[in-house]
């Protein structure tokens, strides 16, 4: 007679239960913790990131910059200060009497050696508010320092024609983001230092140097250099540098 044995399992001495109430709420309370002290410096990180992007612009403007002044006997490009003349190309774009192409970024004087009208836009203007749409120009977030013609449109003597990059420090501003909230800034692509600085970007204002270098630089100090805020302005100064005047402006 064949015997056959049997195994019982045992139970387990503990039974699966569910969360309760208030264990659930724990579990929620330490992950809406952890997002609100994630969120920031993931926000912190995206706008490093778009502040790099605008910064390559830049560096692809100023690079543009410099080859326009090696062919043409080291005159920089026409800042386009006389904002009501037409077809008079500047760094940036000719005006013209066209309604649907009124600023044309490919009749500029650098177009050539770029060839993207991307490289126009910080990557965070917000094209879509009321300040934008109100401005006269609007084909780049870019201000081409105003010292380049003299704030004006003769500085060498002949109509539309600017400074020598050599008379400029290379520590100078050339570039940098007006104020995005003053659509009178923007009646053409050039300004006075004292017009403002962007907002866009958490801190301070992207610049670009004669020297072809880029610089992030902090509102504060913006405001000290330029003449904001209650500041004078260092005049003359890295930001008001117009050779043609004692000082700077």
């Known amino acids: 007679m064949v015997m056959t044995a049997y195994w019982h399992t045992p139970k387990p001495s503990w039974s699966r239960r569910a969360f309760t109430l208030i264990e659930l709420l724990v579990v929620i309370a330490i992950i809406a913790i952890l997002a609100a002290m994630l969120l920031p410096a993931l926000s912190k990180a ?113 109509p539309f024609v600017s400074h020598k990059l050599a008379r400029f420090k290379s520590d100078a501003m050339i570039y940098w983001e007006s104020d995005e909230n003053q659509p009178s800034y923007y009646d053409n692509a050039t300004s006075s230092p004292n017009e403002g600085g962007s907002l866009r970007h958490s801190g301070g204002i992207v610049m670009g140097m004669f020297g072809g270098q880029t610089e992030f630089i902090k509102f504060k100090n913006y405001a000290r250099e330029a003449g904001l805020g209650g500041f004078p302005g260092m005049r003359p100064g890295r930001m008001w540098c117009n050779p043609g005047s004692p000082n700077g402006g």
Not at 60 to 70: A, I
Not at 84 to 90: A, E, I
Not at 123 to 146: C, D, K
């Open 46 to 158: 995206k706008e490093k990131g778009k502040r790099a992007d605008c910064i390559g612009h830049l560096k692809q403007l100023l690079l543009s910059t410099h080859m326009y002044v090696v062919d043409f006997n080291d005159y920089l490009p026409y800042t386009g200060w006389s904002s009501g003349t037409f077809d008079r190309p500047n760094w940036c774009y000719t005006r013209t009497a066209s309604r649907t192409a009124k600023d044309d970024v490919t009749l500029g004087q650098l177009w050539p050696y770029h060839k993207s009208k991307q490289l126009y836009w910080c990557p965070i203007e917000n094209t879509n508010t009321v300040a934008f749409r109100l401005r006269e120009m609007q084909v780049t977030s870019y201000t081409m320092n105003g010292s380049v013609s003299g704030f004006g449109t003769t500085p060498t003597g002949v």
